[in-house]
């Protein structure tokens, strides 16, 4: 088990951590397949979605809208259509309509009573500021790919978030959902990880790629994790480094 109490700042990845970007990214892709009577279930389509976009995000670096495009364009090609320019843009104009998981609102709030709180996200820093308004925490630092030029797993977003937070690397404990994007290039730089496990009892990656990594501990979901930290009553006052 972690010590929690060693830690003074955690940090986050948003998108399929905090925020439910697999039911985002498939409720953004239906109405273009409803309209040719593309019937592709849901897994095929994440699975896709995880290969186009892992692959253009290693490429020199873009704004993560037109990731989303590139991505939306090779999706609709490999499924035998070409997109017409809204279909095309739809990814990246539903981002900000992506909901939060039902845990992620109240575990940031109780976690923000004993830490600081950071981001480290693939997004644009104004797709990212339609996201904070579901999120209604207020984040201590937020680092996104614009801002490093680059993409996660590349290293840029974890060392630019510690050097801005100005802790060790035994200060910080990383928390996501990607064993791909973030539990492995977090453990290579020595970070303690939590991965939130949020397909778990479904088959596949689903919207990442697979990957090999060994986080320091699983939990199913935010609220799980907050309980691990303060197994006080939900909504109580944050606890006193039980673990």
Known sequence: MLDFARFTALSFDCYGTLIDWEAG?????RP????????APDDRLLELFAAAECGFERQKWRPYKDVLRRVMEQIARGLGFEPTA?????LADSVGRWEPFPDTIEALGRLKERYRLAIVSN?????FSRTARRLRVPFDLVTTAEQV???KPAPAHFTRTLERLAVSR?????VAQSLFHDIAPAGALGLATVWVNRRRGREGPGATPPAEARPDLEVKDLAA???L??????GGPAGGGRA
């Open 25 to 29: 990214i498939l409720e953004a892709l």
């Open 32 to 39: 273009a397949l409803d309209r040719r009577g593309i019937d």
């Open 86 to 90: 809204e279909e095309a843009g739809s």
């Open 123 to 127: 997004i644009d820093d104004d797709l």
């Open 149 to 151: 030029r680059s993409y």
């Open 170 to 174: 035994d200060a910080l404990l990383h």
């Open 225 to 227: 994790l907050v309980d």
């Open 229 to 234: 930290i303060d197994p006080g009553p939900p």
